[in-house]
């Protein structure tokens, strides 16, 4: 057994217990994908990365994921929890600001913002489309949406890291009520061969400008506390309708309140069109891992 560093994450979160947990293991050489899915499967966290030193020219580490069924090639909590992970063992230095991760999905920057408890990571996300704009009434969508007051964007589905139908609910406080069908998410989800249906709606009054659910149906049945890839698909959503909420092609978003969190991820869309995706990140467990 060799000893590796080893680190459990609250991501996008603001204190500890509000975002969505994370493994991270650092020293990953020798690890073959077999051990990796093993370890992920022990951990039971949505996601674990694993950390290798830097192959790509110009990237600062290299990195794989895994959740506890499979491989994943992108992520957006995961890629920013892992930047926060190799700042704090200081594998890696931003250089001017900006770490790169080598991965499945490309080389991808992370831009670093102030240091400590109040650092902020954001990653620029691979480029999502529009796979296709659906109707309400749509067959494949129907029972997934039963009962459901809509906003005013159709339902789409974007494909991007991960594919997700994006729907629109009326307002907040229906989003928040909402209590989804999961047999029907997850016909919908293995018929089209997408995660689930991301639910979002525009705030007023509040400090963030969207509030957003995500139905995973795609294996476990469960709700996302929070996603930085989902998110991401959102935006590119919005942006492709120019509605985008907030001021300066940046916005706010909270999630995660209905399954016990309280999560905060940023969203800024720069002039190239690209999503970045990010928050703050707490370290909860630090020690190392025998393996």
């Known amino acids: 057994m060799t000893s590796r560093r080893f680190l459990q994450l609250d991501v996008f979160s603001p204190y500890p217990g509000a975002g969505n947990p994370l493994a991270v293991v650092l020293d990953a050489e020798g690890l073959d994908e077999a051990a990796m899915q093993a370890i992920a499967r022990w951990t039971r966290l949505p996601e674990t990365t694993f950390v290798f030193a830097p192959e790509a020219p110009g990237s600062s580490y290299r990195l794989r994921m895994f959740s506890p069924q499979k491989e994943v090639p992108f992520a ?32 991808l920057p992370l831009q670093v913002d102030g240091t400590g408890a109040a650092r902020t990571i954001a990653i620029r996300t691979p480029r999502a489309s529009v796979a296709e704009v659906a109707q309400p009434d749509d067959p494949r969508l129907q029972a997934a949406l039963a009962g459901w007051s809509l906003g005013a964007l159709p339902p789409a589905r974007m494909a991007g890291g991960r594919s997700w139908w994006v729907v629109e609910l009326r307002d907040e406080a229906t989003l928040r009520a909402l209590r989804p069908d999961w047999d029907a998410i997850a016909a919908l989800a293995e018929s089209t061969d997408s995660m689930g249906v991301f639910a979002y709606a525009r705030s007023t009054g509040a400090s963030w400008d969207l509030a957003v659910r995500a139905f995973v149906g795609n294996g476990r049945r469960f709700e996302d506390a929070a996603s930085g890839a989902a998110n991401a698909v959102l935006a590119a959503w919005l ?14 978003v909270s999630q995660g309140r209905e399954v016990g969190h309280d999560a ?18 707490q370290t909860v467990i630090r020690g190392t891992l025998d393996w």
């Open 76 to 107: 957006g909590h995961p890629s920013v929890g892992t930047a926060h992970a190799v700042l704090e063992e200081a594998v890696a230095a931003p250089v001017d600001g900006v770490l790169v991760q080598d991965g499945i999905a490309g080389t």
């Open 239 to 252: 942006d492709s309708r120019d509605a985008l909420p907030g001021a300066g092609r940046r916005y706010l």
């Open 264 to 281: 905060r991820l940023s969203l800024h869309i720069d002039a190239n069109g690209d999503v970045w995706s990010g928050g703050q990140v």
